[in-house]
């Protein structure tokens, strides 16, 4: 093998709202390593007549089929970023990804990182992925899980909705609930990868190993996130002061099946006409409330999770490819301002050529002064800027009038002035889709 690549292909394939990116480096004709980031979707494009979202039996096993006849037959590494069904769900066994982490698994990765929150072996009370701490119900890795039954409380309300529950709220609990909800096939299928003969699994966290220098010389992999809870205490968002309000919902088993009892639908045959009259009025305002506390819950759901995003930076050639995952603020602030390294880190970002945007264009993961004003290469050339990619399906997720729409407007118009933006969005759906973009970085 070469000492160093000639240079590097990077696929971006289309999951709707999802992400999925193959990363080749080329170090010659028949000399090439694979690295397989994420390969999730929650919804995908819609297609036919009339317009429905295609199916994730059918083009997860194509888009599978398509990364087998790229790295022909054998991936390097699989990075499965976090837990969330919109970056894991592909990796799915079951009939429902129509089995397309079978395929993936055939292709025997040599590693299988993922955050160390993902470490099976990990106690209940663990604050790095060990296999020797006590066990506790009030605990992180438990409030993960239990946040996961919350989900699934959640997303069963939305499938048989009480008469509260407008079709708007309803679209957005199912939407949100359905990407919290552990996929156990998937997570099943990493581990048995992580653990087959010839291959190694990796649970990493800021400053730890990624596994991957050894399989690929000549480049240097930075883990930049998520921090572990030796590290800082701001991804378990445990403080009065934080937004989060229901982090003592997620304390353990017992109370999230409390909470899921008390989100059981109503009783076959109840009607609100039962209620006075005069009452009527104290009863809508109370569903409204009702309303937003569980979107207000299933959103916090949805940002804890992200809080353990991996956060990975490869060096190469003297360029420089950011995939960040999801990773939301809390993530992002261990590494750009409390490390202690954290001068370094924003040095070493200042000079980023490949930008993979984080979660799909939304509000606080892509930190505006700290990361994005950072950018160095933004409003250069096409040919020496910025280069961005961006995996989103729009309108799912988030609304315009609460500016919290993704992609954000804001972030995409920037995207789109100050960098070379390919975004999956643009590629061709219908029933002869385009799978993938392809981006080649050269030195």
Same mark, same amino acid.
């Given at each position: 093998?070469?000492?160093?690549?000639?240079?590097?292909?990077?696929?971006?394939?289309?999951?709707?709202?999802?992400?999925?990116?193959?990363?080749?480096?080329?170090?010659?004709?028949?000399?090439?390593?694979?690295?397989?980031?994420?390969?999730?979707?929650? %919804? @995908?494009? /819609? $297609?036919?007549?009339?317009?429905?979202?295609?199916?994730?039996?059918?083009?997860?096993?194509? #888009?599978?089929? =398509?990364?087998?006849?790229?790295?022909?037959?054998?991936?390097?590494?699989?990075?499965?970023?976090?837990?969330?069904?919109?970056?894991?769900?592909?990796?799915?066994?079951?009939?429902?990804?129509?089995?397309?982490?079978?395929?993936?698994?055939?292709?025997?990765?040599?590693?299988?990182?993922?955050?160390?929150?993902?470490?099976?072996?990990?106690?209940?009370?663990?604050?790095?992925?060990?296999?020797?701490?006590?066990?506790?119900?009030?605990?992180?890795?438990?409030?993960?899980?239990?946040?996961?039954?919350?989900?699934?409380?959640?997303? %069963? @309300?939305? /499938? $048989?909705?009480?008469?509260?529950?407008?079709?708007?709220?309803?679209?957005?609990?199912?939407? #949100?609930?359905? =990407?919290?909800?552990?996929?156990?096939?998937?997570?099943?299928?990493?581990?048995?990868?992580?653990?087959?003969?010839?291959?190694?699994?990796?649970?990493?966290?800021?400053?730890?190993?990624?596994?991957?220098?050894?399989?690929?010389?000549?480049?240097?992999?930075?883990?930049?996130?998520?921090?572990?809870?030796?590290?800082?205490?701001?991804?378990?968002?445990?403080?009065?002061?934080?937004?989060?309000?229901?982090?003592?919902?997620?304390?353990?088993?017992?109370?999230?099946?409390?909470?899921a009892r008390g989100m059981t639908p109503p009783r076959a045959g109840w009607s609100s006409h039962r209620v006075p009259i005069e009452a009527r009025r104290f009863r809508d305002q109370l569903d409204r409330i009702r309303g937003d506390q569980l979107l207000q819950i299933v959103r916090t759901l949805d940002d804890q999770m992200n809080n353990t995003s991996l956060i990975l930076l490869f060096e190469v050639f003297g360029k420089k490819l950011l995939f960040p995952?999801?990773?939301?603020?809390?993530?992002?602030?261990?590494?750009?301002?409390?490390?202690?390294?954290?001068?370094?880190?924003?040095?070493?970002?200042?000079?980023?050529?490949?930008?993979?945007?984080?979660?799909?264009?939304?509000?606080?993961?892509?930190?505006?002064?700290?990361?994005?004003?950072?950018?160095?290469?933004?409003?250069?050339?096409?040919?020496?800027?910025?280069?961005?990619?961006?995996?989103?399906?729009?309108?799912?997720?988030?609304?315009?009038?609460?500016?919290?729409?993704?992609?954000?407007?804001?972030?995409?118009?920037?995207?789109?002035?100050?960098?070379?933006?390919?975004?999956?969005?643009?590629?061709?759906?219908?029933?002869?889709?385009?799978?993938?973009?392809?981006?080649?970085?050269?030195?």
């Open positions: 093998m070469a000492k160093t690549p000639t240079s590097v292909e990077i696929r971006a394939y289309q999951v709707g709202f999802g992400d999925c990116f193959l990363i080749s480096f080329i170090y010659g004709e028949t000399d090439k390593q694979h690295v397989l980031v994420d390969f999730g979707t929650t %919804e @995908l494009p /819609r $297609r036919g007549k009339p317009l429905k979202p295609a199916k994730p039996s059918d083009h997860m096993p194509k #888009i599978a089929e =398509d990364i087998r006849t790229v790295c022909g037959g054998r991936l390097t590494a699989v990075v499965a970023t976090h837990r969330h069904a919109d970056h894991i769900s592909g990796f799915g066994t079951d009939a429902r990804s129509g089995k397309s982490g079978e395929i993936i698994k055939s292709l025997k990765p040599k590693v299988v990182l993922q955050p160390w929150t993902e470490d099976p072996s990990a106690s209940k009370n663990a604050q790095t992925a060990t296999r020797t701490s006590n066990r506790s119900t009030k605990s992180f890795i438990a409030g993960l899980t239990a946040m996961q039954d919350i989900a699934r409380a959640i997303y %069963e @309300l939305t /499938r $048989r909705p009480p008469e509260w529950m407008g079709p708007s709220l309803q679209r957005e609990l199912a939407f #949100i609930g359905l =990407d919290n909800i552990a996929n156990e096939s998937a997570v099943r299928n990493l581990i048995a990868m992580g653990e087959s003969s010839d291959a190694k699994a990796v649970w990493a966290h800021h400053g730890g190993d990624s596994g991957l220098e050894l399989l690929l010389p000549g480049v240097k992999v930075h883990v930049l996130g998520p921090p572990d809870l030796t590290q800082t205490e701001k991804i378990r968002k445990m403080r009065k002061t934080d937004p989060d309000q229901f982090w003592h919902l997620f304390a353990g088993p017992r109370n999230s099946e409390a909470l995952g999801d990773a939301q603020i809390e993530n992002w602030s261990w590494a750009l301002q409390d490390a202690p390294n954290a001068k370094e880190t924003r040095s070493l970002l200042a000079g980023v050529d490949v930008y993979k945007v984080g979660h799909h264009g939304s509000l606080n993961a892509t930190p505006k002064t700290l990361l994005w004003e950072n950018f160095q290469k933004r409003n250069k050339s096409a040919n020496l800027g910025l280069q961005t990619m961006l995996s989103t399906l729009p309108g799912k997720h988030g609304k315009v009038r609460t500016r919290t729409e993704v992609p954000r407007r804001p972030l995409l118009e920037a995207l789109e002035k100050e960098s070379n933006l390919h975004n999956t969005n643009d590629l061709k759906f219908g029933n002869d889709p385009s799978l993938c973009f392809k981006l080649v970085i050269c030195p």
